[in-house]
């Protein structure tokens, strides 16, 4: 992931997101059909930008860092896809990240 967070920089309050994999089997080894998957509202921080600006132009910091854990909304964001990557990146503002998930 590494990789990833040199190729792509978000620009200002951007933040480049990993979603978390959906669940495709239950615990007793029954697969779930694509349709009936629940959609992933969650996800890992892999790159942030260097904030938005003041009016005097300095940088308001992010209050995500690389790592950590969010909630998402439903509906938003840019996927982002890479050419030698294979994983699928959302990119959003820091504006729409719900919450940060605590360890």
Known sequence: ???????LIPLLDR???KRAEAV???AGGIVIPEKAQ???LHGE???VGPGSRKDNGDFIPLLVKVGDKVLLPEY???KVSLENDEKEYHLFRESDILAKIEN
């Not at 992931?1 to 190729?7: F, H, L, W």
């Open 1 to 7: 992931m590494a990789n990833v967070a040199k190729k």
């Open 15 to 17: 933040v480049l997101i």
């Open 24 to 26: 495709t089997k239950t």
């Open 38 to 40: 629940s959609k992933v």
């Open 45 to 47: 921080v892999i790159a």
């Open 76 to 78: 938003g964001g840019t």
